[in-house]
């Protein structure tokens, strides 16, 4: 069994679309309804990733600019590729945007914070970046709540293996919950805090559909069933197939909750 703490690194933007890409571009279009903010503003996009929230931003927000931000080549090339023209994309990290001060009106964070070293650090460089009266707004998955798909295989992963537990990202990343999302916010000094739950539907047509992302090794839960040895991992994959909430005709139905955040920069 894994012993030592997997990276939580993401690099490589194929297994991120299959395993979690393909519902965070669910949440990205409510996340921004949401915010609704007016049009022809400056976005800025901190850990855009393979351009989920980016892409989103221009097809719904009619912005005058974007600018994505990514530390992982590997996804910054897939962002650039799928937006080409459309958006602006620099290699660089939460904690340290080369932007000039106040040089953008909306910025943004989607699924990133639980991931970032210093949370503090990176909201004082987005307040630093944002004008006065501009909104600061991020969303991290529920993981320790109704994040099912990545819940019910940690659950599994401990039944059968208790030391797994200090892996499951539901304990180790305590921005997953609302409370402490909203104390972030606060004290980075943002005005006008609110916290909302976006929920979305994550339904596979079968157990291989669920399964079968766990394996590009891509991410806390896969990279820990690819750490398995084969014995084991087969074990797991037969756990989990057991005790997932799966209907007659082979499909499984499941809820992706993902808190939202918003505040504004004081004047």
């Not at 890409?21 to 850990?47: C, E, H, K, T, Y």
């Not at 719904?60 to 992982?72: H, L, Q, T, W, Y």
């Amino acid at each position: 069994m894994p012993s030592a703490l997997l990276s939580d690194a993401w690099e490589r933007g194929e297994p991120y679309e299959q395993y979690v890409g393909r519902w965070s571009r669910q949440v990205a279009p409510q996340f921004l309804s949401w915010l609704n903010i007016p049009p022809s503003r400056r976005w800025l996009d901190v850990g855009c990733g393979t351009g989920a929230l980016s892409a989103a931003i221009l097809d719904r927000c009619s912005p005058s600019s974007v600018v994505g931000i990514e530390p992982s080549e590997g996804f910054l090339g897939k962002a650039a590729g799928q937006l080409a023209g459309r958006a602006m994309f620099r290699q660089a990290g939460a904690e340290a945007i080369p932007l000039d001060d106040k040089s953008v009106d909306v910025t943004v964070s989607g699924l990133v914070l639980n991931f970032v070293p210093d949370g503090h650090a990176a909201l004082r460089e987005m307040s630093r970046v944002t004008v006065a009266g501009g909104t600061i707004a991020a969303y991290v998955w529920d993981y320790a709540g109704k994040m099912e798909l990545m819940r019910h295989f940690w659950d599994a992963a401990v039944e059968l293996n208790p030391g797994a537990a200090r892996l499951n990202e539901g304990n180790r990343f305590p921005l997953c919950r609302p409370d402490a999302l909203e104390a972030l916010f606060t004290d980075a000094g943002l005005a006008g805090i609110e916290v909302s739950a976006i929920d979305i539907p994550t339904n596979f047509p079968s157990f291989e559909d669920y399964w079968q992302p766990f394996l590009g090794g891509q991410g806390p839960a896969p990279a820990y069933a690819m750490a398995l040895d084969e014995t084991s991992r087969a074990r797991l994959r037969r756990h989990l197939q057991e005790s997932l909430p799966m209907h007659a005709d082979g499909t499984i139905s499941l809820v992706a909750r993902a808190w939202s955040v918003r505040g504004e920069v004081p004047g």
